[in-house]
Structure formats: structure tokens, C-alpha cells
């Protein structure tokens, strides 16, 4: 159970962190 919770903590992690990335690269292609 608890190998869940930390696998669903690393993927909303993981989510989080491609969406920082794909906002911030749309920031510099407007720039």
C-alpha cells in the first residue's frame, strides 16, 4: 500500500514538473 502511494506521488511529481517545462518553453519561444 504504501509502495502505491509513493508511486502515485512520483508521477504526479513527474506531471507537474513536464508542465513547469512545457510552460517555460512556451514563455521563451514567445519572447
Same mark, same amino acid.
Given at each position: 500500500?504504501?509502495?502505491? #502511494?509513493?508511486?502515485?506521488?512520483?508521477?504526479?511529481?513527474?506531471?507537474?514538473?513536464?508542465?513547469?517545462?512545457?510552460?517555460?518553453?512556451?514563455? #521563451?519561444?514567445? #519572447?
Amino acid at each position: 500500500m504504501t509502495s502505491l #502511494i509513493i508511486y502515485l506521488e512520483m508521477l504526479f511529481l513527474s506531471i507537474g514538473f513536464i508542465i513547469v517545462l512545457f510552460f517555460g518553453f512556451i514563455k #521563451i519561444k514567445l #519572447i
